[in-house]
Nanobody, 123 residues
Framework: HVQLVESGRGSALAGGSVRLSCAAS????????MGWFRQAPGKEREGVAS???????TYASSVMGRFTIFKDTNKNRLDLQMDSLNPEDTGVYYC??????????????????RGQGTQVTVS
């Protein structure tokens, strides 16, 4: 049974940074496409970042150059470092994982294996 649990600081000022972590269990993260998506009130889910089983990252254009995704296969952990935050980054952030040949940030919201989400508020 795949389990994903997010953690991380929930608020920041504009221009600040937040780091989110996702602990994975029930499978080996090195075999999956993993990533983060977010959902803001009244908006559709947006894939933010992904990392393939071969450690190739992709990012949404809205976060390119500001967010970095990290994967630690030995610890089954996935982190998202978010810098230069702005209020448009506010939302609930979810960690997700799935088996997909083309591992892209765009695909991440479609994965059924996801965590419970963690709120990030930028003011």
């Amino acid at each position: 049974h795949v389990q994903l649990v997010e953690s991380g600081r929930g608020s920041a000022l504009a221009g600040g940074s937040v780091r989110l972590s996702c602990a994975a269990s029930g499978y080996t993260s090195g075999t999956y496409c993993m990533g983060w998506f977010r959902q803001a009130p009244g908006k559709e889910r947006e894939g933010v970042a992904s990392i393939s089983k071969d450690d190739v990252p992709t990012y949404a254009s809205s976060v390119m150059g500001r967010f970095t995704i990290f994967k630690d296969t030995n610890k089954n952990r996935l982190d998202l470092q978010m810098d230069s935050l702005n209020p448009e980054d506010t939302g609930v952030y979810y960690c997700a994982a799935g088996v997909l040949t083309m591992c892209t940030a765009f695909a991440i919201p479609s994965f059924a294996n996801r965590g419970q989400g963690t709120q990030v508020t930028v003011s």
